[in-house]
């Protein structure tokens, strides 16, 4: 549960594409063991808040800084290695190779092994390689993809590829899991193991930022959510409160349909 | 894991490992019963398999398509010829040139990959096209004003691998067997190609030999996972030029002379297809593609002018023209048939496995 202790803190993030401002002035903080979920409506700026924090993007302003140190001009492997893991939105695993082996290549990061290592399998390699192989096993089991281990990534069901980029995401390592709508296409069954796999990930010591669009698991889950609209926050507390927030509503339904809200109460 | 061949028991194993092993020792003596030619035939078939695997490193295992690869060979080569012939007076000893050979490569490779490196497919095979281009040309300007690489007249003389006063290039009898300088560069190319036989084995499936087939796969999510993109294509590049620096040596010590004229762009081609046909990504998948590719072309140069004399009572064809017609037509086969290459490597073969068997 949440510690009081401010993992991820974000301030005045601003992101602009050509003549659209996809972020502006995007200030927030993630505490140690929570759960924080960041909704909105398409196109209000989630994703890519997402791909500014991990690297992918540069930001045009504002710093975050991850577990008391600065995250500025880092590359993205270099953000994975200081612990922020990550999921994608329209999946991104690697599609030829079996699931064992995505998992094995999330292992990168915390592993040493060089190419004269690797062509001389000197005893450390190898206790490196059968570590690393253990630990895919054990988080494919961890996810609950286990059974699928040496099949192509690419041929497991829709849900289980979500819950394989999990598992490749854990065995990084992570401080911070950020999963971009990791319940998208799952029919109500895999919502609730999902539901119970972010539980558990929590429980474990991983924090999770959640972007979902799923509200029935966003309410449940979350600890706090942010509410972001045309790239500003909107709004950000405990997911009932905002639930409530009449400029959330709003951002949801459109300007029209509150006024008609209101009027009939 | 990954077995390239179907090696169900040790036992199996070992005993395919030495009959392997005795027939590539045996090899030579019944080539050279046929004729000499055969064994020189040979020894440029092992360099091209050398070739098919440092290529491999690049297209198959990361998946960057690389067009101007006979550039390291040519780089290799002249790093020999320059210090190992009369030309600039130089006769340092072959086991000191060839790691030469293979670090100035290597610099090539690193040449290459670093302006490169957010390029991929098409755009990447034109610069590297480029690239390969480049280094043949200079190789035939580099005559004025200062003769470095003698122009399109190339390097003659060069020096044959000799260890004190055990040349490569003399016949020898021993033990009632004649070791002509062919069959001893035989044996030191076939120790060779299965020292990298295994060193690309041990890189596929490590850490290493994964990331790459992470980037090759998604190169955005490969970074996600921390795997520092850059540096991976940079080192397979630099290792599968640093591969054809060392073949490139060893040919320009067998052939004794080499010129710009050998290191052209068909011969990129070449070692493209050879790594193709074979199989992308699955080492022995590799090797067989470039010793059928090298082999063939051969055969046919061999059989199609006498066989017409049989058949007809004289030569209706030129046997250049069928013979390359020939080739082409089997390649055109073999693509329509086994897509994939003679050898799929274990990932693709999983892959029509599956397809075969639709699953929920």
Known sequence: ?265 | MRAPLDMKSPAIARITIVVVALALAVLPFALAGIGTAWVRITNLAILFVLLSLGLNIVVGFAGLLDLGYIAFYAVGAYVYALLASPHFNLHLPFWVILPIGAIVACMFGVLLGTPTLKLRGDYLAIVTLGFGEIIRIFLNNLSQPVNITNGPQGITLIDPFRIGSFSFAQSETFAGLTFSGPIKYYYFLVIVMVLIIGLNLRLQNSRIGRAWEAIREDEIAARAMGINTRNMKLLAFAMGASFGGVAGGMFSAIQGFISPESFVLVESINVLAMVVLGGMGNVFGVVLGAILLSFTPEVLRYTVGPIQHQLFGRTLLDPEVIRMLLFGFALVLMMLFRPAGILPSALRKRELESNRVPQA
């Not at chain 1, 505490?31 to 909704?39: N, P, R, T, W």
């Not at chain 1, 972010?198 to 979902?212: N, V």
């Open chain 1, 1 to 265: 549960m949440a510690t009081g202790q401010t993992l991820l803190a974000a301030t005045g993030i601003a992101k602009r594409f050509g003549g659209v401002q996809a972020l502006s002035d995007v200030s927030f903080h993630i505490e140690q063991g929570e759960i924080y979920g960041l909704i909105g409506p398409n196109g209000a700026g989630k994703t890519s808040l997402f791909n500014v924090l991990t690297g992918i993007y540069e930001a045009d302003g504002g710093t975050f800084t991850f577990a008391g140190a600065p995250l500025a001009n880092l590359k993205p492997h270099q953000i994975a290695e200081r612990g922020i893991a990550r999921t994608f939105q329209n999946i991104r695993l690697f599609a030829n190779l079996s699931a064992l082996e995505n998992v094995m290549i999330g292992r990168h990061v915390r592993t040493h092994a060089t190419v004269l290592g690797a062509v001389f399998r000197g005893p450390r390699t190898l206790a490196e390689e059968k570590g690393i192989e253990r630990r895919a096993y054990e988080l494919l089991d961890y996810v609950g993809v286990q059974k699928r281990a040496n099949d192509l990534a690419k041929h497991l069901a829709y849900g289980d590829q979500r819950r394989l980029e999990i598992a490749r995401a854990l065995a990084t390592e992570p401080k911070l899991l950020a999963l971009d709508e990791p319940a998208a296409g799952m029919n109500a069954t895999e919502t609730a193991d999902l539901r119970r796999l972010l539980e558990r990930i929590r429980h474990d010591g991983t924090t999770i930022l959640l972007i979902e669009h799923d509200m029935k698991l966003v309410m449940n889950v979350c600890d706090r959510v942010m509410v972001l609209d045309y790239g500003k926050k909107i709004a950000e507390g405990p997911a009932a409160l905002v639930q409530k927030d009449e400029k959330v509503v709003a951002a949801y339904l459109g300007g029209e349909v509150t006024l008609n809200l209101k009027g009939t109460g």
